[in-house]
């Protein structure tokens, strides 16, 4: 069993920053690709960002890249999602979500993730 655990939403003005964290526990089997979603009111979970555990590699959805980066700390079994230049279109509810498949081309669907955080809100005010 695999649990989620986000952290460090809140609310900025456009052009701020925030750092979300995904602090992940269980078996490191199950949780090779790490992926970033969000969801806005209204709207479908869109996967924004995406690492592979083993090599770090990245993986970001167009409309971030430049401005968020996806990172790892492994001793800490933690993920980060570093947010700049923040606009209101960022605004939404943000999961992470992990799956035992490592990261490829299908990495931001979310159905094929089996385990999720409950999410942490960023709202960005312009």
């Known amino acids: 069993q695999v649990q989620l655990v986000e952290a460090g939403g809140g609310s900025v003005q456009a052009g701020g920053s925030l750092r979300l964290s995904c602090a992940a526990s269980g078996s490191t089997y199950s949780r090779n690709c790490i992926t970033w979603f969000r969801q806005a009111p209204g709207k479908e979970r869109e996967g924004v960002a995406s690492?592979?555990?083993?090599?770090?590699?990245?993986w970001y959805v167009d409309s971030v890249k430049g401005r968020f980066t996806i990172s790892q700390d492994n001793a800490k079994n933690t993920v980060y999602l570093q947010m700049n230049s923040l606009k209101p279109d960022d605004t939404a509810m943000y999961y992470c979500a992990t799956r035992p498949r490592w990261c490829d081309d299908e990495w931001s669907m979310p159905s094929g993730f089996a385990y999720w955080g409950q999410g942490t809100q960023v709202t960005v005010s312009s």
């Open positions: 690492i592979n555990r083993a090599n770090s590699f990245p």
